[in-house]
């Protein structure tokens, strides 16, 4: 995992996550952490989510530096773990209801909120569109990845350049911190709506003890996506390091803390 520090930059504050990918050089993108920024406890200091019960003035500040970080206009979406993409097209604005979006101008930046579940950047091998996702397990389990991609190769056939992406063998994807497979306890329930979809994916579910289950987010993700055809997956590997409920350090965590602040995966293109 790469993070910026302030002895390395005078842009990123401490523990935001850039990642380390094959995207071409004008596509730009960054994980917030939870330092930085303008909240009080129990949100403190960088959370990004006016719905959690922060203090509305905390949050603007956090968002105008995010902003002026990026250089682009992170837009937030209204997430409700569905499978509605929206397209960031004029005039663009907050709250729109989805958990994806697609960005193909410059200077827009396509923004998921995350404090356990699982953020997923996206661009092409052109570095003409981009596109972020935001997925739980009820995302994941809801097709949330496969109307994602669907849509983001209709958006790259309606392209000039469209008829280059011939499959998504030209998509590189790249997931985010999210609660870890020694953290994320769930339910019977949980495994068997998987389990009815893909068999297969069985594997990413432990067993611990009266009926629960400790279950892979990361990797769920990872098999839909190869079973897609998108090989090219970088970012999180399911260890502690990307866990949220781990690290308490850098990462806020619903799951840990109950009342916790949110932070952001943003992607654009310059």
């Known amino acids: 995992m790469q993070m910026y520090s302030a002895k390395a930059s005078?842009?990123?504050?401490?523990?935001?996550?850039i990642p380390d990918w094959p995207a071409p050089a004008h596509v730009r993108a960054v994980m917030t952490g939870r330092q930085g920024g303008a909240s009080a406890p129990p949100w403190h200091s960088f959370n990004l989510g006016d719905h959690v019960g922060d203090d509305p003035v905390s949050v603007a500040q956090n968002r105008a530096q995010l902003a002026a970080c990026l250089g682009a206009?992170?837009?937030?979406?209204?997430?409700?773990?569905?499978q509605t993409v929206v397209v960031l097209a004029e005039p663009v604005r907050d709250g729109m209801v989805a958990d994806a979006c697609i960005a193909?101008?410059?200077?827009?930046?396509?923004?998921?909120?995350?404090?356990?579940?699982?953020?997923?950047?996206?661009?092409?091998?052109?570095?003409?569109?981009?596109?972020?996702?935001?997925?739980?397990?009820?995302?994941?389990?809801?097709?949330?990845?496969?109307?994602?991609?669907?849509?983001?190769?209709?958006?790259?056939?309606?392209?000039?350049?469209?008829?280059?992406?011939?499959?998504?063998?030209?998509?590189?994807?790249?997931?985010?911190?999210c609660i870890g497979p020694n953290r994320f306890e769930v339910g019977t329930e949980v495994r068997d709506v998987f389990e009815a979809q893909?068999?297969?994916?069985?594997?990413?579910?432990?067993?611990?003890?009266?009926?629960k289950y400790l279950a892979d987010l990361p990797e769920l993700a990872r098999a839909r996506l190869r079973a897609m055809g998108v090989e090219r997956v970088y970012?999180?590997?399911?260890?502690?390091?990307?866990?949220?409920?781990?690290?308490s350090d850098v990462f806020f965590s619903h799951r840990r803390d109950g009342r916790s602040g949110r932070m952001a995966a943003c992607i654009w293109l310059t």
């Open 10 to 17: 005078l842009t990123w504050p401490d523990g935001w996550v």
């Open 73 to 82: 206009q992170p837009v937030f979406l209204n997430q409700v773990h569905g």
């Open 104 to 177: 193909a101008r410059p200077g827009v930046a396509c923004t998921v909120m995350v404090a356990d579940c699982l953020p997923l950047l996206f661009t092409n091998a052109q570095g003409r569109l981009v596109g972020a996702v935001h997925a739980g397990w009820r995302g994941l389990a809801g097709g949330v990845l496969e109307a994602f991609l669907s849509e983001f190769q209709r958006q790259a056939d309606m392209r000039p350049e469209g008829r280059a992406m011939k499959n998504k063998a030209e998509i590189i994807a790249w997931l985010g911190p």
């Open 198 to 211: 893909r068999p297969t994916d069985t594997y990413c579910f432990r067993s611990i003890s009266n009926g």
């Open 235 to 247: 970012g999180n590997n399911s260890t502690d390091d990307w866990c949220t409920a781990t690290r």
